[in-house]
């Protein structure tokens, strides 16, 4: 078999740290950098709180802040934050387009509208940050194929190659990988290495089957531009491949600092998955992103 080639040259460099930015950033073409933040750009502890949740009744809206511990737990990834959703913009915004989208895809309504407003569902997804960046996970798309971390929209050949090597024997040195994972491995910080051990995914959403001799987890962000780039191409190859051998987990790691929405989008998919409609609505999103990122 032929090695697979040399990897897509990767974005522009990382972003800068958050307080270099000039505010909010409302993408609607995003820039190319989004879908990496370095780790000064995450470390934000206690001064800003970067991204909101607008999901609760308008009946009883409360704007609910996180304390500096609430950001210390994550790792300095900002917080999913509930607050109240604007009455006045609601029939129009965010939470209208959210809602058509449940009704696109067949969910119950009422359930649906209860789930977006529950707040444990926002605690856990504090806690896929939390587990995310403990993880070492700085941005989106992130991939562990078990033990084997592969940052960002790579090509699928070399997916594929990790997912080979693993269904093989699984290699504990890099010199068992192609030269352009190995170029990877050498990236600063590295684009590909051999981690301890494999991410939790109980919990969470899984395609394939959930005891695969290869778990693909995947952190994500559904405003992430490279994210959805990845969804768009990569994906559709790999799910011929899903199955009893290989599997993939969607794990929500919304960096709301830079795509404010994300947060909102991940509560919805969550509360699809409530109705065993989570891929079906991972896909929406990520296809009608354009349409959903800007909204408030």
Same mark, same amino acid.
């Given at each position: 078999?032929?090695?697979?080639?040399p990897?897509?040259?990767?974005? +522009?460099?990382?972003?800068?740290?958050?307080?270099?930015?000039?505010? !909010?950033?409302?993408?609607?073409?995003?820039?190319?950098? #989004?879908?990496?933040l370095?780790?000064?750009?995450?470390?934000?502890?206690?001064?800003?709180?970067?991204? *909101?949740?607008?999901?609760?009744?308008?009946?009883?809206?409360? *704007?609910?802040?996180?304390? /500096?511990?609430?950001?210390? #737990?994550?790792?300095?990834?900002?917080s999913?934050?509930?607050?109240?959703i604007?009455? +006045?913009?609601s029939p129009?915004?965010?939470?209208?387009?959210? *809602?058509?989208?449940?009704?696109?895809?067949?969910l =119950?309504?009422?359930?649906?509208?209860?789930?977006?407003? $529950?707040?444990?569902?926002?605690?856990?997804?504090?806690?896929?940050?939390?587990?995310?960046?403990?993880?070492?996970? @700085?941005?989106?798309p992130?991939?562990?194929?078990? =033990?084997?971390?592969?940052?960002?929209?790579? /090509?699928?050949?070399?997916?594929? +190659?990790?997912?080979?090597?693993?269904?093989?024997? $699984?290699?504990? #040195?890099?010199?068992?990988?192609?030269?352009?994972?190995?170029?990877?491995?050498a990236? =600063? /910080?590295?684009n590909?290495?051999?981690?301890?051990?494999?991410?939790?995914?109980?919990?969470?959403?899984?395609?394939?089957n959930?005891?695969?001799?290869?778990?693909?987890?995947?952190?994500?962000?559904?405003?992430?531009?490279?994210?959805?780039?990845? *969804?768009?191409?990569?994906?559709?190859?790999?799910? $011929?491949?899903?199955?009893?051998?290989?599997?993939?987990?969607?794990?929500?790691? !919304?960096?709301?600092?830079?795509? !404010?929405?994300?947060? =909102?989008? $991940?509560?919805?998919?969550?509360?699809?998955?409530?109705?065993?409609?989570?891929?079906?609505?991972?896909?929406?999103?990520?296809?009608?992103? @354009?349409?959903?990122? @800007?909204?408030?």
């Amino acid at each position: 078999m032929q090695p697979p080639p040399p990897p897509l040259p990767e974005a +522009e460099p990382a972003a800068p740290a958050i307080a270099e930015l000039p505010g !909010p950033v409302y993408v609607k073409d995003p820039p190319r950098w #989004s879908y990496f933040l370095t780790p000064a750009a995450l470390v934000l502890g206690s001064l800003i709180i970067a991204g *909101t949740i607008w999901w609760t009744r308008d009946d009883s809206a409360a *704007t609910v802040a996180a304390s /500096p511990e609430d950001l210390a #737990s994550v790792g300095g990834v900002a917080s999913v934050v509930p607050t109240a959703i604007p009455p +006045e913009t609601s029939p129009t915004g965010l939470l209208a387009a959210m *809602t058509g989208y449940a009704r696109q895809t067949g969910l =119950n309504e009422e359930q649906f509208t209860q789930c977006i407003s $529950s707040p444990d569902n926002v605690a856990a997804l504090n806690a896929s940050l939390k587990d995310g960046s403990a993880l070492g996970v @700085s941005g989106t798309p992130t991939f562990f194929i078990n =033990n084997k971390k592969l940052v960002g929209a790579q /090509p699928f050949a070399l997916l594929q +190659e990790i997912i080979q090597k693993e269904l093989d024997g $699984s290699p504990t #040195s890099l010199d068992g990988y192609s030269p352009a994972l190995q170029a990877l491995a050498a990236n =600063n /910080p590295p684009n590909f290495a051999i981690m301890d051990s494999k991410p939790d995914v109980s919990g969470a959403q899984i395609e394939g089957n959930a005891n695969a001799k290869v778990m693909i987890a995947e952190f994500s962000d559904f405003q992430c531009p490279f994210c959805k780039q990845w *969804t768009e191409t990569a994906l559709r190859d790999l799910r $011929s491949e899903l199955g009893n051998d290989v599997a993939l987990a969607f794990l929500h790691f !919304p960096i709301v600092q830079i795509h !404010p929405n994300a947060g =909102n989008a $991940s509560l919805v998919a969550m509360c699809a998955g409530e109705q065993g409609k989570f891929w079906e609505m991972h896909d929406l999103l990520f296809a009608r992103q @354009s349409e959903w990122a @800007s909204l408030k």
